[in-house]
């Protein structure tokens, strides 16, 4: 068994190429790198590939690191991935980072892994000896990472030294292993790890990343616009909920961009998720089914040019109306959709549930043309 391992989701660029039953990698590649994943990783695969001698009807698994990680690179590699899997049928093995940077550590000791998650925070997992996953990803501080480390244990990853520092604890060791996924490591842990389908990123929280106020010059060149997929569910759950207060779950996003004639679009501003719009098309008519901006984000046309560039993509697909509703007090949304050429087409009385009773949902629309 032949397995193809790519990594982007924290501070390095990584593929290898490995086979089931042999100690070294057929062809590896390893770039310490903070930005340009994308530009990276391709070159990066082509090499290893041509390496190893292999073409990728080869390669029997797609391992790929999932996170916790940034979220620019945590999607790129998860993208490629799954646009390799279209290609050659093979399927994506989702490894999270820590059990991936775990893989980099040889001895057989209890071992902390602890990568640094920014505001004192870090992103921590505990295995033992024999690699067994003891507790799973999650966020600590840096003193509450070692909680119930055995003693004697190592500790590896870009927060290793602070861990350890912080918790001032003579028996534990910094293990110098490496701190970042290295593909020809953890790619061999996908050839136990059962086919679950198309893996999603692990965010163990909502990005934290601020968009920087006033860093906009002009709409069109201070942000990017991708697109959502079923695999951006548990990112759009969180900035719904960063948005609106009350968020929908995961599910629910995973449900809906699956949905025929749904889409998703993300703004991103430096990188980072920073405003989100979904539609759903059924013949002719489309509605808008949520669109929010996180407030550090707000009052740069996001949301506008979101929606701009949504409406162009119906009218282009021979959409003749779109919908959508807003509560009757967001007042600020009411007119960026008159602005927009929306108008009142009806209300839904008491739609919205508040803490303190109910209130009305305004219904708009707009003719397009293409």
Known sequence: MKILGLDTAMGACSAAVIEAGRALPLADAC???????????????????????????DIARIAVTTGPGTFTGTRIGLSFAQGLARACGAPVIGIDCLSAIAANEPAQVPLLVASDAGNGQVYAARFDAARQEIRAPHVATLAGATLDTPLGSWVIGTAAEAVVTSCNRADLTVSTAGNHPIAARFARLAITRPDTGLPAPLYLRAPDAKPQTGAIRAAETGFTIETASPVSASLLAHLHAEAFGEGWSTAAFADLLATPGAAGSLALMHGEPAAFLLTRRAADEAEIITIGTRPAARRHGLARHLLLRHMEGLAQAKVRKVFLEVAASNIAAQALYAGLGFREAGRRRDYYARAGGREDAIVYSRELSA
Do not use: D, N, T
Not at 31 to 57: C, T
């Open 31 to 57: 770039i310490v790198m903070e930005r340009g994943h994308a530009e990276a990783l391709a070159p990066m695969v082509a090499e290893v590939m041509r390496q190893a001698g292999l073409g990728f009807s």
